[in-house]
């Protein structure tokens, strides 16, 4: 199994703009791996400690066809095992480890049946989940495990019992178990639900842009469940983060894009981003194992944009360590 990581790291979540005028339907299998390949270096080169592979494919699509695919099928909604592999972990050099995130099989599921009650499909998708963790696992390049879900607590076509979706969580985690497995949630409603499922050891909230979610999350739950925290210190929300300085300032920055960069570093500076990780710290303490950006990024403007945020959030948690917190 991957190394375990020592103290609090710095990820990301993994969407990222593409190159300007570059089309993935343009690319060849080879152009796609190199664009994934020269992406995760640009993160690195940002201090992005554990990458997750750049996400250009749509977060439902890239699991659904292969898991939809009569071939690949052991099952209705069950992938082979075979089959339950990630194209971008290829691009993913030998001996290094990246986070690996699988969007879960709550979100899945509503993508496409939105809100029905097929208990049994939901299982075979979370089975379907656990195995592109599995052969994830078998490529020795994860060390980080994440689990997207970010309609739990805010979506009204979820019609599963809590326990159904927990027991959904667990068996699409169930690989995970004695290693760093995150959940990604846009609500803390599910938080602590989340919390409470073997196999997911982090729960992450998006705590720059929705500072008073942390208020909800209970320390003592944290505690009890032997789980840990994953907060967001840098926002991503672009277009809120705009629409708030267009209106400030009087102007509309995506017709002066270079202003738009320096308005968003200036609101988005280090020193923002270490007070929101120095705050949630105070609040956690040691239940604090993950922090970085809100979500991915793939809004953004440009790759370069991009990146300096990544480096913002870097030297961020790099000037935390250094003040002893």
Same mark, same amino acid.
């Given at each position: 199994?991957?190394?375990?990581?020592?103290?609090?790291?710095?990820?990301?979540?993994?969407?990222?703009?593409?190159?300007?005028?570059?089309?993935?339907?343009?690319?060849?299998?080879?152009?796609?791996?190199?664009?994934?390949?020269?992406?995760?270096?640009?993160?690195?080169?940002?201090?992005?400690?554990?990458?997750?592979?750049?996400?250009?494919?749509?977060?439902?699509?890239?699991?659904?066809?292969?898991?939809?695919?009569?071939?690949?099928?052991?099952?209705?909604?069950?992938?082979?095992?075979?089959?339950?592999?990630?194209?971008?972990?290829?691009?993913?050099? @030998?001996?290094?480890?990246?986070?690996?995130?699988?969007?879960?099989?709550?979100?899945?599921?509503?993508?496409?049946?939105?809100?029905?009650?097929?208990?049994?499909?939901?299982?075979?998708?979370?089975?379907?989940? @656990?195995?592109?963790?599995?052969?994830?696992?078998?490529?020795?390049?994860?060390?980080?495990?994440?689990?997207?879900?970010?309609?739990?607590?805010?979506?009204?076509?979820?019609?599963?019992?809590?326990?159904?979706?927990?027991?959904?969580?667990?068996? @699409?985690?169930?690989?995970?178990?004695?290693?760093?497995?995150?959940?990604?949630?846009?609500?803390?409603?599910?938080?602590?639900?989340?919390?409470?499922?073997?196999?997911?050891?982090?729960?992450?909230?998006?705590?720059? @842009?929705?500072?008073?979610?942390?208020?909800?999350?209970?320390?003592?739950?944290?505690?009890?469940?032997?789980?840990?925290?994953?907060?967001?210190?840098?926002?991503?929300?672009?277009?809120?983060?705009?629409?708030?300085?267009?209106?400030?300032?009087?102007?509309?920055?995506?017709?002066?894009?270079?202003?738009?960069?320096?308005?968003?570093?200036?609101?988005?500076?280090?020193?923002?981003?270490?007070?929101?990780?120095?705050?949630?710290?105070?609040?956690?303490?040691?239940?604090?194992?993950?922090?970085?950006?809100?979500?991915?990024?793939?809004?953004?403007?440009?790759?370069?944009?991009?990146?300096?945020?990544?480096?913002?959030?870097?030297?961020?948690?790099?000037?935390?360590?250094?003040?002893?917190?």
């Amino acid at each position: 199994m991957s190394r375990q990581i020592e103290g609090i790291f710095f990820d990301d979540i993994g969407s990222f703009p593409l190159p300007k005028g570059v089309r993935l339907e343009s690319l060849s299998r080879d152009q796609y791996l190199n664009l994934v390949r020269d992406v995760l270096a640009q993160k690195s080169r940002a201090g992005v400690e554990v990458p997750t592979y750049p996400q250009f494919r749509d977060m439902i699509r890239m699991f659904m066809d292969p898991i939809e695919n009569p071939d690949y099928a052991e099952d209705p909604y069950l992938i082979k095992k075979d089959h339950a592999k990630i194209m971008e972990l290829e691009a993913v050099p @030998a001996g290094r480890d990246v986070r690996v995130c699988v969007t879960g099989p709550v979100e899945l599921y509503i993508s496409v049946f939105g809100a029905t009650h097929y208990p049994d499909i939901l299982n075979n998708l979370a089975k379907s989940v @656990a195995r592109f963790f599995s052969a994830s696992l078998e490529a020795e390049k994860m060390s980080v495990a994440s689990l997207d879900e970010p309609s739990l607590g805010l979506n009204s076509n979820i019609i599963f019992s809590e326990d159904e979706i927990l027991d959904a969580l667990q068996i @699409a985690a169930g690989p995970c178990r004695g290693m760093d497995c995150e959940v990604h949630l846009h609500s803390p409603l599910y938080a602590e639900v989340c919390a409470h499922v073997p196999g997911i050891s982090i729960v992450g909230i998006e705590s720059a @842009a929705h500072p008073d979610y942390l208020q909800l999350i209970d320390r003592k739950v944290l505690e009890e469940t032997d789980s840990y925290l994953r907060a967001g210190i840098a926002r991503t929300d672009i277009l809120s983060l705009s629409a708030l300085l267009n209106e400030q300032l009087g102007v509309n920055l995506w017709q002066d894009m270079p202003r738009l960069e320096r308005e968003i570093l200036e609101r988005e500076s280090p020193q923002v981003m270490r007070k929101r990780l120095e705050r949630a710290h105070a609040q956690f303490g040691d239940r604090l194992r993950a922090t970085g950006p809100d979500c991915g990024l793939g809004s953004w403007p440009s790759q370069d944009l991009a990146c300096k945020l990544l480096a913002n959030c870097a030297a961020a948690v790099r000037s935390f360590r250094e003040g002893g917190a």
